[in-house]
Protein backbone atom coordinates (compact mmCIF):
# COMPACT_ATOMS: atom_id res chain seq x y z
CA UNK A 1 0.00 0.00 0.00
CA UNK A 2 1.21 3.14 -0.86
CA UNK A 3 1.30 6.13 1.79
CA UNK A 4 1.66 9.86 0.84
CA UNK A 5 3.17 12.50 3.73
CA UNK A 6 2.94 15.82 3.33
CA UNK A 7 5.85 18.20 5.06
CA UNK A 8 7.00 21.77 5.08
CA UNK A 9 3.94 23.72 5.82
CA UNK A 10 3.82 26.36 8.34
CA UNK A 11 3.58 29.74 9.15
CA UNK A 12 4.48 32.60 7.15
CA UNK A 13 3.99 36.64 6.33
CA UNK A 14 2.30 37.52 3.20
CA UNK A 15 4.41 37.99 0.24
CA UNK A 16 6.54 35.03 1.75
CA UNK A 17 7.30 31.27 0.29
CA UNK A 18 6.82 28.03 1.68
CA UNK A 19 7.72 24.92 0.06
CA UNK A 20 5.47 21.87 0.13
CA UNK A 21 7.40 18.11 -0.10
CA UNK A 22 4.82 14.93 -0.79
CA UNK A 23 6.68 11.33 -0.74
CA UNK A 24 5.29 8.61 -1.49
CA UNK A 25 6.35 5.18 0.31
CA UNK A 26 5.35 1.34 -0.32
CA UNK A 27 4.98 -0.69 -3.18
CA UNK A 28 3.52 -0.78 -5.51
CA UNK A 29 3.52 2.49 -6.80
CA UNK A 30 2.13 3.20 -9.41
CA UNK A 31 0.75 7.10 -9.95
CA UNK A 32 -0.20 9.12 -13.18
CA UNK A 33 -0.95 12.45 -11.55
CA UNK A 34 0.09 13.87 -8.58
CA UNK A 35 -2.12 16.75 -7.53
CA UNK A 36 -2.09 19.24 -4.46
CA UNK A 37 -5.62 20.53 -3.12
CA UNK A 38 -6.22 22.27 -0.38
CA UNK A 39 -9.31 22.94 2.40
CA UNK A 40 -9.67 26.07 4.23
CA UNK A 41 -12.22 25.65 7.25
CA UNK A 42 -15.71 25.68 5.81
CA UNK A 43 -14.85 25.08 2.34
CA UNK A 44 -14.26 22.58 0.04
CA UNK A 45 -11.44 20.84 -1.29
CA UNK A 46 -10.26 23.14 -3.41
CA UNK A 47 -7.77 22.26 -6.87
CA UNK A 48 -4.41 23.71 -6.23
CA UNK A 49 -2.10 21.89 -8.92
CA UNK A 50 -0.76 18.92 -10.66
CA UNK A 51 2.10 17.09 -11.73
CA UNK A 52 2.01 14.59 -14.62
CA UNK A 53 4.79 11.73 -14.16
CA UNK A 54 4.96 10.94 -18.04
CA UNK A 55 4.90 14.05 -19.62
CA UNK A 56 6.70 16.39 -16.59
CA UNK A 57 3.71 18.51 -17.28
CA UNK A 58 1.89 21.02 -14.73
CA UNK A 59 -1.57 22.07 -14.04
CA UNK A 60 -2.49 25.24 -11.97
CA UNK A 61 -5.40 26.15 -10.23
CA UNK A 62 -6.68 30.07 -11.27
CA UNK A 63 -6.25 31.17 -7.80
CA UNK A 64 -2.19 30.08 -7.51
CA UNK A 65 -1.06 30.89 -11.25
CA UNK A 66 1.78 32.73 -11.64
CA UNK A 67 2.50 31.96 -7.67
CA UNK A 68 2.95 28.21 -7.34
CA UNK A 69 4.91 25.82 -8.65
CA UNK A 70 4.99 21.96 -8.69
CA UNK A 71 7.96 19.53 -10.24
CA UNK A 72 8.53 16.14 -9.52
CA UNK A 73 11.93 14.00 -8.77
CA UNK A 74 10.73 10.26 -9.69
CA UNK A 75 13.79 8.57 -8.41
CA UNK A 76 12.61 10.16 -4.33
CA UNK A 77 9.16 9.46 -5.86
CA UNK A 78 8.60 13.36 -3.90
CA UNK A 79 6.71 16.08 -5.61
CA UNK A 80 7.11 19.51 -4.65
CA UNK A 81 4.96 22.55 -4.09
CA UNK A 82 6.52 25.70 -4.34
CA UNK A 83 4.67 28.67 -3.14
CA UNK A 84 5.67 32.20 -3.52
CA UNK A 85 3.91 35.91 -3.11
CA UNK A 86 1.68 33.77 -0.77
CA UNK A 87 -1.84 35.39 0.54
CA UNK A 88 -3.68 35.37 3.67
CA UNK A 89 -6.37 33.58 1.48
CA UNK A 90 -4.01 30.66 0.48
CA UNK A 91 -4.11 29.40 4.22
CA UNK A 92 -5.93 26.07 4.15
CA UNK A 93 -4.53 22.58 4.85
CA UNK A 94 -2.97 21.48 1.71
CA UNK A 95 -2.95 17.91 0.92
CA UNK A 96 -1.14 15.81 -1.98
CA UNK A 97 -2.86 12.91 -3.92
CA UNK A 98 -1.61 10.63 -6.65
CA UNK A 99 -4.08 8.85 -8.60
CA UNK A 100 -3.45 5.29 -10.32
CA UNK A 101 -5.40 5.63 -13.44
CA UNK A 102 -5.66 8.74 -16.24
CA UNK A 103 -8.59 11.23 -15.49
CA UNK A 104 -9.62 15.35 -15.09
CA UNK A 105 -6.05 16.46 -12.74
CA UNK A 106 -9.01 18.77 -11.09
CA UNK A 107 -11.45 16.24 -9.99
CA UNK A 108 -11.23 15.03 -6.47
CA UNK A 109 -12.18 11.76 -7.21
CA UNK A 110 -9.23 10.78 -9.76
CA UNK A 111 -7.16 10.64 -7.16
CA UNK A 112 -7.21 7.21 -4.79
CA UNK A 113 -4.38 7.77 -2.33
CA UNK A 114 -3.77 10.53 -0.30
CA UNK A 115 -1.68 12.12 2.27
CA UNK A 116 -2.63 13.70 5.90
CA UNK A 117 -2.46 16.95 4.69
CA UNK A 118 -0.14 20.09 6.26
CA UNK A 119 -0.97 23.37 7.62
CA UNK A 120 -0.24 26.42 5.37
CA UNK A 121 -1.44 29.34 7.55
CA UNK A 122 -0.58 32.52 5.82
CA UNK A 123 -1.10 36.28 8.04
CA UNK A 124 -1.76 39.53 6.63
Known sequence: ????????????????????????????????????????????????AAFSWSTRSADYGDPVKGRFTTSGDVLKRTVYLQMNSLKPEDTAVYYCASASAPGSTVVVSTYDQWGQGTQVTVSS
Open 1 to 48: QVHLVESGGGLVQAGGSLRLSCEASGRPFRSYHMGWFRQAPGKGREFV
